[in-house]
């Protein structure tokens, strides 16, 4: 299994207050992503990393922020939290999208509810 | 931008049966990965079945293999001799090859139900 570890793996907090999730990898993967999943709406993409420093958004990146300052580490912030942002979130790495396998490797999920 | 339809939210299948899950996609692309992900309840994201749009040939691995029809921007999963542990979501998946950091596009699921 790859060596991904997020945390907190569940959280419950209140409206307006900040989060950050963790990805730690262990893999010296140079590609991190962070999706959500919501029931009939599959996983999608937050925003993702292709290196330190480098980072991009994905599909629904508002009200999200991210930052990378170490290879391993991959954090995912909520500046103030509200209840649309209640879900599953996975953090996720791959090598080069050259390398000869494209997938990507998972997180176990992080549940957040937002009260 | 690229898109995955799963069009059944859930199927059901008896044990030892066979059972197909739908997967189109749309892209302007002609070399791409797909991919079939596996949720079991204990929510961890499993990879089934990979499928490089390059090669003719249907991937397979043990009772899973796959119908891809490149022309037809389809990608299904059959599962054969069903058991109990194949109970999951599953998702299709596609993720573009070669420059960038693109990630996997995600169908919505297709949750599976396996009758004992």
């Known amino acids: 299994d790859a060596g991904i570890t997020q945390s907190p793996r569940h959280k419950v907090t209140e409206t307006g207050t900040p989060v950050t999730l963790r990805c730690h990898q262990t893999?010296?993967?140079?590609?991190m992503y962070w999706y959500r999943q919501d029931p009939g709406h599959g996983l999608r993409l937050i925003h993702y990393?292709?290196?330190?420093?480098?980072?991009d958004k994905g599909e629904v990146s508002d009200g999200y922020s991210v930052s990378r300052s170490k290879t391993e580490d991959f954090l995912l912030t909520l500046e103030s939290a509200t209840s649309s942002q209640t879900s599953v979130y996975f953090c996720a790495i791959s090598e080069s999208p050259q390398n000869l396998r494209g997938e990507l490797f998972f997180g176990e999920g992080s549940r957040l509810t937002v009260l | 931008a690229q898109t995955v339809t799963q069009s059944q939210p859930e199927m059901s299948v008896q044990e030892a049966e066979t059972v197909t899950l739908s997967c189109t996609y749309d892209t302007s692309e002609s070399d791409y990965y797909l991919f079939w992900y596996k949720q079991p309840p204990s929510r961890q994201m499993i990879l089934v079945i990979r499928?490089?749009?390059?090669?003719?040939q249907n991937a397979t691995e043990n009772r899973f293999s796959v119908n891809f029809q490149k022309a037809a921007k389809s990608f299904s999963l059959k599962i054969s001799d069903s058991q109990l542990g194949d109970a999951a979501m599953y998702f299709c998946?596609?993720?573009?090859?070669?420059?960038?950091?693109?990630?996997?596009?995600f169908g919505k699921g297709t949750h599976l139900i396996i009758q004992p």
């Open positions: 990393s292709y290196g330190v420093k480098d980072t």
């Open positions: 499928q490089e749009a390059y090669k003719q």
């Open positions: 998946a596609y993720r573009r090859r070669g420059g960038g950091a693109d990630g996997l596009t």
């Open positions: 893999e010296n993967h140079r590609y």
